[in-house]
C-alpha cells in the first residue's frame, strides 16, 4: 500500500495547504487548519467517465440556450416554493443546513411524499428505513413514486441511482457521505468537499435537481467549510427557536431567485404545516391591555407581516444597566436607547431595558424601529398602547421619523387585519390614496409626536 498522503485544510474556507499554518492566507482565520489524510485516484472517479461520455463541455450561442424559468418544478409546497423563487430548477444543486432537531429531515422527507408524478430517492446515512417509515406514517402522506436507499457510498449510491433514474435526488445528511477517491473519514473536510462535487456534477449532467441536507455546528455556520456554500446553487438555512412552534426557511443563497424571501412552518404533530398567513401568528391573543407591547408592520421578502414586539423596562438594580433583546439586533436596541435619552429626553440610562419579538423569530426590516420605541416607552411609563394600533417607519439618530418602503402593502396588511390605526412617516405620505383604506393613517415626523398621540 502506497505510504497515505496528508494534507492541511482550512475549516473555514477549505483552503489547503502542504503544511501546518497558523493563519489562513486565503480568510485570514486562526488556527483553523486541520490534518486530513487523502489519496486521490482519478481514475476511479465514475461522473469523470460519464462526462467523457457525454459531449459537454461545446460553447453554445447565448441565443440557443433555453430560456430555464418555465422549468420550474413545482414542489407543491407553497412556502419551499416561495423560498427558491418560484419552484426548483432541473440540475440545481440545494443545500439545506440547521441545528439537528430543527426539522430538516421532515422538512425533505414530506416534500419528497408530497410531490406528484415524480420519482424521488431519499438517500440516508443518518437513519434507518424503519425510521423513515415511521416518520412517513406520522406525516401521513404517501407517494406511491418515492424510494429509500441507506447508503452512504457515493460510488454505490450512483450505480443505484443509474439504474433507478429518479427525477428528484434528495441526501440526508452531506456529511455521512463518503467517496472511495479519498481515504480521510466520512465528515472530513475533503470528503464533504469532494461528495458535493460529485453530486454537483451528477446535478449538473442529467438536470436532476438534489437536495443536500447539512448540519449546522454550535457556532452556527454549516459543519464543512465555506467551499459547500460556493458549489451549491442555493443555500436554505432551515431555524427557528426549538422551544416555539414556528420554523422559518430563508434562502443565503440563491442563483435562481431573491434572498430575501421567507417561509414559515409550524412544527405540529403531524409534521410541518404551511404557515401562510403569518400575522395570526406572530400576534399574541391577549384580552386585556397590557403595557410595554406594541405591534410593528414589517415585510419580510415580498410578504407583509405584523409582528409583536415586547419591552420590559425597569429600574436597574446593579450599577450598570442591562439591554438584552432576543430577535432584534442588540446594536441597534441601543442606538434606539441612546436616541431616546439625547433627542427626546427620556431618561433611560438607569434603566434595564429587555426586548423580545414574539414568536421566536428575527427582524432584519428597519421598518420595527417605530414599534420598538414605542414598546419601551410603553413600559417606561406604564402605559399601554392600544391593541388596535400598529407602527411602520425607522428611526433616524436625530429621533427623526423616516419613511420606509412597500409602505402601502403594509398598510394594506393592516387594514386586512383589522388594525384601527397605523403610525407612519410624514415623509411616507405623499401619493397614499387614504380612502382605500378603513385604517386611519396618522402621519409623524419626531418621536415626541407620537408620544404625545400615544401617552399624552
Ligand atoms: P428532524 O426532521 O429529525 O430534524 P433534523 O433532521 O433537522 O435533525 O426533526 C426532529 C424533530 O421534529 C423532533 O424533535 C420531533 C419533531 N417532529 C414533530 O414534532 N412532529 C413530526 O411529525 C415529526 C416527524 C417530527
Ligand atoms: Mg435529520
Redo the contacts with the bound molecule.
Keep these: 500500500m502506497a505510504k497515505s498522503k496528508t494534507l492541511f485544510y482550512c475549516r473555514n474556507c477549505g483552503a489547503q495547504s502542504i503544511k501546518w499554518i497558523g493563519k489562513c492566507p486565503s480568510c485570514d482565520e486562526w488556527n483553523t487548519y486541520v490534518e486530513e489524510v487523502v489519496q486521490r485516484s482519478d481514475d476511479k472517479n465514475k461522473w469523470v467517465e460519464y462526462s467523457k461520455k457525454k459531449n459537454i463541455g461545446k460553447p453554445h450561442l447565448i441565443e440557443d440556450i433555453k430560456h430555464g424559468d418555465q422549468l420550474r418544478i413545482n414542489t407543491y409546497n407553497n412556502e419551499l416554493n416561495r423560498v427558491l423563487g418560484g419552484g426548483m430548477i432541473p440540475g440545481s444543486l440545494i443545500l439545506v443546513g ?10 425533505m ?1 414530506q416534500i419528497a411524499l408530497n410531490l406528484k408524478n415524480m420519482k424521488v430517492l431519499y438517500i440516508t446515512g ?1 437513519e434507518s428505513e424503519q425510521q423513515i417509515k415511521m ?1 412517513a406514517e ?2 401521513g402522506l404517501n407517494n406511491p413514486d418515492c424510494y429509500i436507499l441507506t447508503e452512504t457510498s457515493t460510488q454505490n449510491i450512483f450505480q443505484q441511482i443509474e439504474q433507478l433514474k429518479p427525477e428528484l435526488v434528495i441526501i ?1 445528511s452531506i456529511q455521512t457521505l463518503n467517496t472511495d477517491i479519498i481515504d480521510s473519514s466520512a465528515g472530513s473536510i475533503s470528503q464533504i468537499r469532494e461528495c458535493a462535487a460529485e453530486m454537483q456534477r451528477y446535478s449538473k449532467l442529467t438536470d436532476t435537481p438534489v437536495f443536500l ?1 447539512g448540519h449546522i455546528t454550535k457556532e452556527g455556520i454549516l459543519a464543512g467549510p465555506k467551499i459547500l456554500e460556493h458549489m451549491v446553487d442555493t443555500v436554505l438555512q ?1 431555524e427557528g427557536e426549538r422551544n416555539y412552534g414556528y420554523r422559518i426557511l430563508r434562502a443565503t443563497k440563491n442563483r435562481f431567485g431573491s434572498t430575501s424571501e421567507l417561509g414559515i412552518y409550524e ?6 404545516r404551511e404557515v401562510s398567513n403569518p400575522s395570526e401568528i406572530l400576534i399574541s391573543q391577549r384580552d386585556d391591555d397590557l403595557s410595554g407591547i406594541s405591534i410593528a408592520a414589517t415585510i419580510e421578502g415580498l410578504r407583509p407581516m405584523l409582528i409583536e414586539t415586547q419591552a420590559l423596562v425597569s429600574s436597574a438594580a446593579y450599577g450598570t444597566p442591562q439591554r438584552s433583546s432576543t430577535g432584534f439586533d442588540l446594536r441597534r436596541l441601543s442606538m434606539l436607547l441612546a436616541v431616546l435619552e439625547k433627542r427626546s429626553g427620556f431618561k433611560l440610562s438607569v434603566k434595564d431595558v429587555f426586548l423580545n419579538i414574539a414568536g421566536g423569530i428575527k427582524v432584519d426590516d428597519p421598518g420595527i424601529d417605530l414599534a420598538v420605541v414605542t414598546a419601551i416607552l410603553s413600559s417606561n411609563e406604564d402605559i399601554p398602547v392600544d391593541k388596535q394600533i400598529c407602527f411602520a417607519a425607522e428611526i433616524g439618530l436625530s429621533g427623526e421619523i423616516r419613511p420606509v418602503n412597500r409602505i402601502e402593502q403594509r398598510i394594506a396588511e393592516a387594514d386586512k387585519l383589522g388594525f384601527k390605526q397605523i403610525f407612519i412617516s410624514k415623509y411616507n405620505m405623499k401619493g397614499i390614496d387614504k380612502t382605500k383604506y378603513n385604517i386611519s393613517i396618522s402621519p409623524a415626523g419626531k418621536i415626541e409626536e407620537v408620544f404625545s398621540m400615544l401617552f399624552a
Design positions: 440547521g441545528e439537528p432537531g430543527i426539522g430538516k429531515s421532515t422538512l422527507l443518518e416518520r406520522r406525516i440526508d441536507i432551515f412544527m405540529r404533530n403531524s409534521g410541518l
